[in-house]
């Protein structure tokens, strides 16, 4: 039976990434005279590298201007990564990084029907709050049983660590949860600790392998282009009785 749904985060819940973090990145760079943007592409091969310390120290590797030393290059991406976090938190507070479509209505579906939920992400716990703090309130922690974030979880997804720590804060079984993600690592991460995953695609992912997802769209806003399984016609969204059907319907072993 199905009893908490588990956020992924960026990507998921908002296009964090593209509208707030490469955003940051950038303005971070540029805060600190470093003298090398990030472009839309660049940033989405970046995003093969989850967590954004790890992402600034690979990307180092091929920036010519960047320090040898590796003292010098730790100091370096701990300073761009605090200034990025402060950058994105005044992104969401301006109002820039709407909820997906669909990601209220589903909050609302699981808080009438009393299936739980949790988050579990690689980003900064900083992140998170900033993000939902703007669009539930200063209260937004209410609305969650488990919120683990990298700090919580240094193993990055795809290491399962994340959605074991979800799980085992909810105290659940992996067959009771199901998960919404948007990436390879996080489908991965999820199937890994024994989660069935529904995809809802994003900006950067928008042409993944999607075989091991339960069902895969483009938006929970939408019941159209959702496969394998489909969308109830009834409401156009993604509601929690389609997930519900899903994972009822869901491969004995997911
Ligand atoms: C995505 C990530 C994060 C963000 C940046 O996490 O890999 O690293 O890109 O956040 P998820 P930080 O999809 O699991 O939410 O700079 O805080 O790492
Ligand atoms: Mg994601």
Known sequence: MLKA???DVDGTLAETEHDGHLVA?????EGLAI???WSESRYGELLAVAGGRERLLYDLQSQPLAPADAVQRAALVERVHRLKNEYYAAIVAAGALALRAGVAQLFADCAAAGVSMGIATTTSATNVAALLGAHLGSSWRSHFSAVVCAEQAPLKKPDPQVYLRALQALGLAADEALAIEDSPAGIAAARAAGIA???ARSFYFSDIDLSAALSAG???GSARGWRPMS???SDDRIALSDLVRWHRARPATP
């Not at 990145?25 to 760079?29: E, G, Q, S």
């Open 231 to 233: 969308g109830a016609a």
């Open 35 to 37: 003298p090398w943007r």
């Open 25 to 29: 990145f950038n303005r971070a760079f």
């Open 197 to 199: 995953v529904v995809v």
């Open 218 to 220: 483009p938006s929970l």
């Open 5 to 7: 749904i588990l956020w």
